[in-house]
């Protein structure tokens, strides 16, 4: 059993960067897809991005295409969310999880993902 948990959330102004970071403690994450996902208030989740499991394949939403990049480093443990260029509708709690497809893809269904963890907030304002 993964036990998740993220970090590098924050306040940033907009135009700014963060890179949350997805940590395993217990288990490792090398058989896991990993995903992002986030929820605002009021909002319903949304998938963000997701990695295969030996991160050849990634996938991004539109809305954070070409700004957000998602990476793995398997010798730690941790999987990368680095966010470029965040506005203000980026502001959600994300949320790292994992689960384990048979073969080395990622997608971007929160009903795929068994294992989750409690969420980092990223707030961008002035």
């Known amino acids: 059993q993964l036990q998740l948990v993220e970090s590098g959330g924050g306040l940033v102004q907009p135009g700014g960067s963060l890179r949350l970071s997805c940590a395993s403690s217990g288990s490792t994450l090398d058989y896991y897809a990993i995903a992002w996902f986030r929820q605002a208030p009021g909002k319903e989740r949304e998938g963000v991005s997701c990695?295969?499991?030996?991160?050849?394949?990634?996938l991004y939403a539109d809305s954070v295409k070409g700004r957000f990049t998602i990476s793995r480093d398997n010798a730690k443990n941790t999987v990368y969310l680095q966010m470029n260029s965040l506005k203000p509708e980026d502001t959600a709690v994300y949320y790292c999880?994992?689960?384990?497809?048979?073969?080395?893809?990622?997608?971007?269904?929160?009903?795929?993902?068994?294992?989750w963890g409690q969420g980092t907030q990223v707030t961008v304002s002035s």
């Open positions: 999880a994992a689960t384990v497809y048979y073969s080395d893809y990622a997608r971007l269904y929160d009903y795929e993902y068994d294992q």
């Open positions: 990695i295969s499991q030996s991160g050849a394949n990634t």
